[in-house]
């Protein structure tokens, strides 16, 4: 199971918890609201190439964190999705957006981050944990 995070994503990663198969860790970017999901195998690129196994649950933590996200930040509308264009490594994007946020109703890529204060970065981290 141990599989090292890419450095890419560990730049903006900041940990939360682990799951049965995924680590989730929240992106460092106060603009948006935002999850990472990185199914912890070695040599996953595409969410087909995992077992049955791990794809049932992979989508079962999906479902529950974008759930419980949705409800700890009031969000609007909540985006999943798996892209894997400048990391190659399997993760899954979970974002809170918001009517009026900086890229309604836009993607959210491209819009330079904005790193929270520790505080902010903590109190949220603090909930995550709380109620995954």
Not at 25 to 40: A, G, K
Not at 45 to 72: S, W
Request: net charge neutral; glycine share 4%; aromatic share 8%.
């Amino acid at each position: 199971m141990p599989q090292m995070l890419h450095p890419l994503l560990a730049k903006e990663a900041l940990p939360i918890v682990s799951l049965g198969v995924c680590r989730v860790y929240l992106r460092n970017d106060s603009n948006f609201p935002w999850l990472l999901l990185v199914p912890m195998r070695e040599n996953i690129r595409e969410i087909y190439e995992l077992n049955a196994e791990d794809y049932e649950q992979v989508m079962h933590e999906v479902r529950t964190v974008t759930k419980i996200f949705a409800e700890i930040t009031n969000a609007d509308k909540m985006n999943v999705a798996t892209l894997g264009n400048m990391v190659s490594q399997l993760h899954i994007h979970i974002i809170a957006r918001f009517e009026g946020d900086k890229a309604w109703p836009n993607p959210t890529f491209g819009i330079p981050a904005t790193p929270y204060s520790a505080d902010k970065a903590n109190a949220l981290i603090g909930k995550l944990r709380a109620a995954l």
